[in-house]
Every structure is written in C-alpha cells, then in structure tokens.
C-alpha cells in the first residue's frame, strides 16, 4: 500500500457530506465523523451496492440502505447483516492540508 493524494481538503468543515472518488486505481469514499477521517472502498460485500449511492455514516458506523447491513468504520467487520464479509477500510491522513490515502 501507498499514500495516495487527493484534493480534498483536511479541514472537515470543508466537506459536509461523505465524498467519492477514485483513488490509486481505488474507488473510495472519504467521510468525516465525529473527531476522525474515514475512507472506505464504495462497494457493499453483500451485493455490491455503492456506498456513495446508498450508504450513510452514523458515528463509526456504516450504514448500507440497499439492504440494511451494517460495518464498523473503523475495522470493515460487519456488524448487521446481510452481509457477513468485511469491507476494505483505508488509513487517511492530512499533508499540507490536503487529505493522503493509504491504498
């Protein structure tokens, strides 16, 4: 894994929602919640559904509204089912004020 730049800006005043984009060849979403950065890939293990689409974060949790599972941000262990598989969950770190991603 490498640390891979992106444009969004570390300062979660700046970004209000859960944001998607591409990453290292990665499609990931970055959300701000509570005091931390996440960053998680955009694809549900259950069927595949698009975070971006149809998830919402709650704390450190990871709501799939496609079928209602459920995974902890801060392991990718599902905590509700459908799913029973993990979610790939990527370190997020800010440089120069710009947020960098582990992928």
């Given at each position: ?37 996440y ?12 975070f ?39 370190a ?12």
């Amino acid at each position: 894994m490498s640390w891979q730049p992106t444009n969004l800006a570390a300062d979660p005043a700046s970004t209000s929602t859960p944001r998607a984009l591409t990453v290292g060849g990665q499609d990931v979403v970055l959300a701000w919640s509570g005091d931390a950065w996440y960053a998680f890939e955009d694809r549900c293990s259950h069927a595949g559904c698009a975070f971006s689409e149809d998830g919402e974060v709650d704390g450190t949790q990871l709501v799939c509204n496609c079928h209602g599972s459920e995974f902890d941000l801060r392991t990718g262990e599902a905590t509700r089912g459908p799913a029973r598989l993990p979610i790939r969950i990527f370190a997020v770190r800010a440089v120069a004020g710009l947020l960098e991603v582990d992928v």
